[in-house]
């Protein structure tokens, strides 16, 4: 509270600001001398001095405990469009396969002369060759749920500091927790998997994902845990090489990926829970990068790896894949996001204009097609970019280009119907223009922006400015171009550091969602966040991960904030999901831990970290309508 009162809200600054729309620029500092104010205290009748008194002593202190109330088994069930026996025929054609497992001790399938037999999907994994392959996991089959113990489900002792708002959330509000098939599933070559490119993304002295967290098999048991602590909604991304091994229009579908994804959102449904669905989250099949599997990660001119978006064949084989999941459960599921963080998989201008097409295709074969009653969009990466210096033009000017390449880029098109932003026109001289046709069937097909604000960025100009690193590739501040720092003018830190590049920055992240609703004009959805506590994996004692106050700390600073925006501001946020919930496979390690669970690599067991309740219990304290939303 009181570093807050060091700040102004910069509504003086506001008008000379190029951006006018924009409300806030809260980093603007206020330099004074003297105490901190105490503006609750005000009026308190205190006497100057107190007064002693001896009294009896005993041990009668008392601490309440509470349980934490499930969520309501379904009774009813909405639905978002007609169910698949209905809108098969808007795929023709499809033949549906099983296939068996893979292990490189195989020996060799005998029905060589099917271009999609066994034989065929057991050479995709020869091929793929994932180094170190191990199927040392615990499960191979999917375990039955057991109701959590009341022991489970004490909340822990409160923060001594914590939350003193009085706003609640709107009724609609959404609150659920997400996770990633790549990083949570396992099972890699179970049960007619084909290979992706996160089965082969870990680089030597990494860690791979063949077994994570073993959710293939004990999804049920996860859900279960989720709906006993009160968590409405579940957030997962389906994988691709799982509904198709051969990933391309043509080939067959995967019986048991479908089966395995429309099990789990029937029991997500039938726990009371709502399920919202990824379509793809980095695991691109590996077949998109036939020509040169080492080609993944090298050269990437735009994000971190090749997602081979660029391949000139992805965009209809994406649509394709998109559209067999959405005939499959667009009854069920009211919320899609097509791509997840785009940009950080994205190669080239060819990558970014595949990405686009197909969300547009998708959409509009969702809302015109389908008629899906639910929402449909796109979570985009951005770790908010603010001016080091509000009063400093070139400040101003170098936090919206690292905003606008980051954001403007998809919803540009996608949301406004107007061309891509200049900030990503002259990084990327190869994009591919959109024309009046592309951008009129483009716009609207977003129907929010969601982002996944984890921190935020204090940006200020490169040396030789914007322009000259933007047609330079080989600028160390390529391809953003700006000077990205996590301190303020003081030398502070920004905020609390984590594990790595979190740092705990509520303030900002209202700042970012005044920015996303009145640059784009639709709701904001907060589609991941989550703090990796610093040293939580070095911790030997299990309890001392579990009490991760840090965490607590991060969550409800956030959702507070969240709350001034919303009835502050006046923006209308729809809803948060957090990262994650439980500890996983991130991309190479397991030691950035984002869980709300910890787990026991040994036996897979999971257990509630104190941030979990401390969130839930948040959202429930302040929502009318948690049950039916
Ligand atoms: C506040 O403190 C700083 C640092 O000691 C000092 O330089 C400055 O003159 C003080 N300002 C006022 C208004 O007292
Ligand atoms: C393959 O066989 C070897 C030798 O029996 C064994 O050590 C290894 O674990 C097996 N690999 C797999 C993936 O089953
Ligand atoms: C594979 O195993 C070798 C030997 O244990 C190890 O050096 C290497 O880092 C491992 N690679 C991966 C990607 O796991
Ligand atoms: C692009 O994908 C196709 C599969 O659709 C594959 O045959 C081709 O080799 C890929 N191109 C590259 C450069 O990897
Ligand atoms: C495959 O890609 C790697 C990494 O970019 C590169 O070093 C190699 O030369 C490529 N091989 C071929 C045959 O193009
Ligand atoms: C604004 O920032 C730029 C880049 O850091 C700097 O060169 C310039 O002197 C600043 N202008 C003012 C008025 O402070
Ligand atoms: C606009 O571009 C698309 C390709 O993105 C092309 O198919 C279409 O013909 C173009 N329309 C006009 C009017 O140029
Ligand atoms: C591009 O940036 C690199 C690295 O800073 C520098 O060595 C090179 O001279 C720059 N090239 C041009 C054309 O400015
Ligand atoms: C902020 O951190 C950067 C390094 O990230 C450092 O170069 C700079 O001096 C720091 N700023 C201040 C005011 O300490």
Not at 173 to 195: H, L, N
Not at 376 to 384: A, C, R, T, V
Request: hydrophobic residues 40%; negative net charge.
């Amino acid at each position: 509270m009181a570093r807050y009162s060091h700040l102004v809200s910069g509504a003086a600054l506001l008008l000379q600001l190029q951006h006018a729309h924009i409300a806030y620029a809260q980093q603007v500092y206020i330099l004074f001398n003297g105490t901190s104010p105490r503006p609750d205290c005000t009026g308190c009748d205190i006497p100057a001095t107190p007064t002693y008194k001896f009294s009896s002593f005993s041990f009668t202190q008392t601490e309440t405990y509470r349980y934490a109330s499930s969520i309501a088994p379904a009774t009813t069930t909405m639905t978002y469009a007609r169910p698949y026996s209905a809108l098969s025929s808007l795929v023709p054609s499809l033949t549906t396969t099983k296939w068996g497992n893979w292990s490189p001790n195989d020996t060799a399938a005998t029905d060589t002369a099917d271009p999609y037999g066994q034989a065929a999907w057991s050479s995709l994994w020869a091929w793929a060759n994932p180094t170190n392959f191990t199927t040392t996991g615990i499960y191979s089959t999917t375990v039955s749920p057991t109701p959590l113990p009341s022991s489970e489900l004490v909340l822990p002792p409160k923060d001594y500091f914590g939350p003193t708002d009085c706003y609640n959330f709107p009724a609609d509000f959404i609150f659920g927790v997400a996770g990633s098939a790549a990083q949570i599933e396992g099972a890699i070559a179970r049960e007619g998997k084909g290979p992706n490119l996160m089965d082969v993304l870990a680089r030597p002295g990494q860690a791979n994902n063949y077994v994570t967290n073993e959710n293939y098999y004990l999804y049920k048991q996860d859900i279960e845990r989720l709906a006993s602590i009160g968590v409405k909604y579940y957030s997962f991304s389906i994988a691709w090489s799982r509904i198709l091994p051969f990933a391309l229009p043509g080939t067959p579908v995967n019986q048991a990926g479908i089966d395995h994804y429309d099990d789990i959102i029937n029991f997500v449904l039938s726990k009371g829970m709502i399920p919202t669905v990824t379509i793809i989250h980095f695991d691109t099949p590996l077949q998109f990068f036939a020509a040169n599997v080492s080609a993944k990660w090298d050269d990437v001119a735009i994000g971190y790896t090749n997602g081979a978006y660029q391949n000139s064949t992805f965009e209809d084989a994406f649509v394709h894949y998109g559209k067999i999941v959405l005939t499959h459960f667009a009854d069920r599921v009211p919320i899609w996001f097509t791509f997840n963080e785009p940009l950080l998989y994205s190669d080239n201008g060819a990558s970014i204009n595949t990405v686009v097409k197909s969300h547009a295709r998708l959409a509009h074969f969702y809302k015109d097609v389908i008629k899906g009653t639910g929402k449909i969009g796109m979570k985009l990466n951005d770790n908010f970019g603010v001016p080091l210096n509000p009063k400093n033009e070139s400040h101003v000017a170098a936090a919206y280009h690292f905003n606008s390449f980051q954001l403007d880029t998809f919803w540009n098109p996608l949301v406004l119907g107007v061309d891509y932003p200049d900030a990503f026109k002259i990084t990327v001289p190869d994009y591919v223009p959109l024309n009046a046709t592309d951008l009129a069937y483009m716009k609207d097909t977003c129907d929010f922006v969601a982002v996944d604000p984890y921190t935020a960025t204090v940006v200020s100009p490169p040396p030789g400015g914007i322009e000259e690193c933007a047609m330079n590739s080989s600028s160390p501040y390529f391809p953003y171009c700006v000077v990205q720092q996590t301190n303020n003018t003081f030398g502070w830190n920004i905020g609390y550091r984590s594990y790595s590049y979190v740092y705990i920055t509520p303030e900002y992240l209202r700042t970012y969602i005044n920015y996303l609703w009145n640059t784009f004009k639709k709701p904001v959805f907060v589609s991941e966040f989550g703090f990796p506590v610093f040293g939580e994996a070095d911790k030997a004692v299990v309890e001392d991960q579990l009490f991760d106050t840090p965490r607590s700390l991060y969550y409800l600073s956030f959702m507070s904030e969240i709350l001034k925006a919303i009835w502050e501001d006046g923006v209308n946020v729809m809803g948060v999901l957090a990262w994650s919930f439980a500890d996983n496979w991130e991309f190479g390690d397991y030691d950035a831990r984002f869980g709300l669970q910890v787990v026991d690599r040994t036996n897979q067991k999971r257990r509630f970290k104190k941030s979990f309740f401390d969130l839930v219990d948040f959202v429930r304290d302040r929502h009318p309508n948690y049950e039916s939303t």
